[in-house]
């Protein structure tokens, strides 16, 4: 009963997505949607355990469910076609019938401010190693192109929490990672209306979502580099206890002092973020702000 719910919740959200799509009331460009579907429909290798992460900009509090509107209907039918993301506490659990609702549509809750060690990202970690799809917004809050810190006439998104990289290092089998990129959802909803027009999007704006290739893992390797990972060895030449105990449950595989764990996480988060700005800056150019010209 409780997976039926499930699906309802995520099918009704999803073709209400797909309705406003194709409403006219706004238009939309997809980018490389096949990346993805190729990822969610690979079901052979999802079998074997390698889950599918997506990681995108948040710049409104529709980028997700909307952004999803643009998928096959007979992907919302089944749990690991559709996304598991993490959702903020305060935001979206504020009351019973929310937190049922989000709860339904796969929203894990998140309290910010907790550190990356609380249960939403152990199930997040959980449903990549049964092969789900899970969805990250890096930033971990809604950040708007205006507000994106500049150097140099550059734009850069505000830096990636670090639960990324704590999410990603965990996994048993290291996920197919795909960036994402999203443009005009802030224009849809933008951040600081006064009440009751911040409830209500803007129409006749255009949107686009675009996918970018997956990370090499490759990538992921290079960040877990010879500073982040140094053994601590003894007088006598062998490891110590310390540096023996293993990452827990990860495709690191690898010992490591906390400190150095810090740095691997760090750094991970870092590439993700490179990865997601470098598709961001072909699609809306330096600013990060629209489409390009």
């Known amino acids: 009963m409780a997976e039926l719910l499930s699906t309802a919740t995520i099918t009704a959200t999803g073709l209400l997505c797909k309705a406003f799509l194709n409403s006219g009331l706004c238009s939309i460009t997809v980018s490389n949607l096949h990346i993805l579907l190729d990822a969610l429909r690979n079901d052979e290798r999802r079998r074997h355990g390698q889950g599918v992460v997506t990681v995108a900009n948040h710049i409104s509090t529709l980028d997700d469910p909307l952004a999803w509107g643009t998928l096959p209907i007979e992907l919302y039918l089944k749990s690991n076609t559709t996304r598991w993301s993490l959702g903020a506490s305060e935001i979206m659990f504020t009351n019973p019938l929310f937190s049922a609702f989000f709860r339904k549509g796969q929203v894990l809750e998140t309290f910010r401010g907790k550190g990356i060690f609380q249960p939403s990202v152990d199930i997040a970690i959980k449903r990549l190693n049964e092969g789900h799809w899970v969805h990250l917004f890096g930033e971990g809050k809604i950040n708007q192109p205006p507000d994106y810190p500049r150097t ?37 909803m933008p951040e600081h209306r006064s009440f009751p027009y911040k409830y ?81 800056r072909r699609v809306s150019g330096d600013l990060l702000n629209d489409f390009r010209s």
């Open 152 to 188: 140099n006439g550059v734009a850069r998104l505000p830096r990636f929490k670090w639960g990324v990289g704590r999410i990603l290092m965990e996994t048993a089998v290291p996920p197919l990672i795909i960036p994402m990129w999203l443009t005009g959802f802030d224009k849809l």
């Open 200 to 280: 209500f999007p803007r129409l006749g704006v255009r949107l686009g979502v675009a996918f970018g290739d997956p990370i090499p893992v490759e990538e992921i390797t290079a960040a877990l580099s010879a500073r982040s990972y140094v053994p601590l060895v003894t007088e006598d030449g062998t490891n110590s206890k310390l540096s023996n105990e293993l990452y827990p449950g990860g495709c690191v595989g690898r010992t490591a002092h906390k400190r150095h764990m810090d740095v691997a996480r760090s750094d991970v988060t870092a590439t993700i973020q490179r990865a997601v700005e470098a598709l961001g």
